[in-house]
């Protein structure tokens, strides 16, 4: 069981950029699959992009080409870079980890990309 944190969140205009951080409390290199999700309101949480330990990436295609996954196991942390942004990708964005079947998720931060 690992607590996530996420961090990088704001308001931002579209076509602009944003990194967001998903600080772990415990290591990550042996962390099966990270990855991050998002909720719209009135939507269902999606997946964003998720990478595996084996560094196999995984991409919504609404967002494959402008944002980018990344996980560094040296600062137990995942990152999610997002370019290019528009105001369909206003949501509370939600970093996820899973090991075998557990499963833990962060508490959320949000982004508003206005137009």
């Known amino acids: 069981q690992v607590q996530l944190v996420e961090s990088g969140g704001g308001l931002v205009q579209a076509g602009g950029s944003l990194r967001l951080s998903c600080a772990s409390s415990?290591?990550?290199?042996?962390?099966?699959?990270v990855g991050w999700y998002r909720q719209a309101p009135g939507k269902q949480r999606e997946l964003v992009a998720t990478k595996s330990a084996g560094g196999a990436t995984t991409y919504a295609d609404s967002v494959k080409g402008r944002f980018t996954i990344s996980r560094d196991n040296v600062k137990n942390t995942v990152y999610l870079q997002m370019n290019s942004l528009k105001p369909e990708d206003t949501a509370v964005y939600y970093c996820y980890a899973r090991k075998a079947l557990a499963v833990n998720w962060g508490q959320g931060t949000q982004v508003t990309v206005s137009s």
């Open positions: 415990g290591r990550i290199f042996s962390i099966d699959v």
